[in-house]
């Protein structure tokens, strides 16, 4: 399955804004970008498709990212989001 330069440079903006954010006490590690490549992977092939586009990124990040990141809240971390909480990369701008 391909997944071209520019997507994997995207994935790792992502970690990267993970690792930066104020919002997240710990961001995300090699592993985890490594997690998110094969699943993004995995769902470009069953959808279909013979390559990796953002849009796989964006559909598996939930999942795969959710329960790696430590929100910080009022300046406090904390190990479990609030219930119902959920932090969201997708929303980021890397």
Known sequence: MHAAAPLLDYIQLLVEHSRRSPEYATGLS????LALLHASRA???IEGRDKV???DVQAVLPGV??????PVHDGVSRLEPRQGER???RRADP
Request: no cysteine; net charge positive.
């Open 65 to 70: 990212a959710g329960h790696r990141l430590r």
């Open 30 to 33: 090699p592993r985890a970008a």
């Open 53 to 55: 586009v953002p849009e």
């Open 43 to 45: 769902w470009a092939l």
């Open 87 to 89: 932090p969201d990369l």
